[in-house]
């Protein structure tokens, strides 16, 4: 992504830890959670991690660990929000669903029936292209995001699409798997095209408040401030060299794809009321959980659904569902296992490998340390 142009801060400190909680001990798997965020900031550097657990009554109990600001210390926020990057993509697939389940949207209708003549370049069909493709990563549409230029400016949604539409499709639709922004950022302008109202509008009437998720919300034109209390998120050029603060960095470039802010307690309730049959009906959420194999940015033996993802955990044949985003100066990793138990992870910065691996230990033992024989399955 682009270099960050804010002014370097000190480095982190590694190693302070935040307590978290009342004296009263953690249960086995609390105990597991924090060490788990104390190891991302001792051993793996991150400023700062954040992590919810609720169990499948909707109790919630959080933790953190390092800090919100490297440069004054300050305590990081409990359940702060941060910006949840690509977990905006099951946000805007639940619209496209539920818009689909009015008979408005064909699943297997093309992108030219509601964008005609929008989607065209070399390879590149909208006439071929349907709506499922879209949402599944299976459109061949390349992705805008490695075209993006080092200026941190607004960027409208059809810019984007033009930075895409100049490069060659990755594959034929329907013939192969890449994670693409792209597909996103052409399903939220179907969304719009359809309904007459901005996206936007349709992820706060549509999901947000039918979820009642109180500390989300998609950050207006030109919004660079988080609203409510947040640790601060940090860019980092390479392996240790500085934070540079970058909290107040211009989400429009991921739009549809991962503009969203949000806590971990709001997403472990938005994946709850989602995977729960709340905001789309069963026949569309039978379609969502309906997977392929998936390759990279995901865990090992992960499978995409429709905007929706299904991760192995290591205790028997069971999954857990949710999505997993990455946005400048943040990190998320988490979801929801069949039987409602959701974990979701937070660190303040945009991780290496090996740090997104050790998130998503994080969230499958604090899962499978839940986890009751039989339930739970997942669908692909």
């Known amino acids: 992504m682009a270099k960050a142009v804010a002014v370097a801060l000190a480095v982190l400190t590694a190693g302070a830890v935040v307590p978290t909680a009342a004296a009263a001990p ?22 700062a991690a954040l992590a919810s657990v609720t169990d499948g009554k909707g109790h919630t109990r959080t933790y953190t660990a390092g800090v919100g600001d490297v440069a004054t210390g300050a305590e990081v926020p409990r359940d702060g929000q941060v910006r949840i990057g690509s977990n905006t993509k099951t946000f805007t697939a639940v619209v496209v669903m539920q818009l689909v389940a009015e008979g ?36 061949g549409l390349p992705n805008y995001t490695g075209y ?75 919004e660079l401030r988080i609203r409510e209390r947040h640790p601060q998120g940090y860019y980092q050029d390479s392996e240790g060299a500085p934070f540079v603060d970058a909290t107040e960095w211009d989400p429009s470039w991921a739009w549809a794809a991962g503009q969203l802010v949000s806590t971990n307690s709001d997403l472990n309730r938005f994946y709850s009321e989602l995977m729960r049959g709340r905001l789309v009906p069963k ?40 999505h997993g985003g990455s946005m400048t100066g943040y990190e ?47 669908q692909g």
């Open 26 to 47: 953690f249960a086995d798997r609390h105990d597991a959670v924090q060490q788990g965020l104390n190891a991302l900031v001792r051993s793996d550097g991150m400023p």
């Open 104 to 139: 408005k949207v064909e699943l297997d209708g093309h992108v030219d029936t509601y964008l005609p003549g929008l989607v065209h370049g070399d390879g590149i069909d909208g006439g071929r292209i349907t709506v499922r493709q879209l949402l599944q990563h299976t459109s």
């Open 148 to 222: 993006l230029s080092d200026d941190i400016r607004y960027y409208e949604p059809r810019e984007l699409l033009d930075l895409a539409l100049r490069q060659k499709a990755d594959f034929e639709p329907g013939k192969g798997w890449k994670y693409s922004n792209t597909n996103y950022l052409v399903a939220g302008l179907l969304v719009q095209k359809v309904t007459g109202r901005p996206l936007a509008v349709e992820i706060d009437q549509r999901v947000i408040r039918r979820a009642g998720l109180h500390h989300t919300y998609f950050p207006a034109p030109g």
């Open 283 to 322: 026949p569309q959420l039978d379609q969502m959980r309906t997977t392929v194999p998936a390759g990279s940015p995901f865990a090992d033996g992960a499978r995409y659904g429709l905007g929706l993802v299904s991760t192995p955990l290591s205790c028997g044949n069971d999954v857990y569902w949710g």
């Open 332 to 378: 998320t990793r988490g979801g929801i296992t069949g039987n409602g138990q959701a974990v979701n992870v937070a660190v303040t910065t945009q991780p290496r490998k090996a740090t997104q691996k050790h998130m998503e230990e994080i969230v499958g033992r604090a899962l499978c340390s839940a986890a009751r024989p039989g339930k739970g399955k997942g």
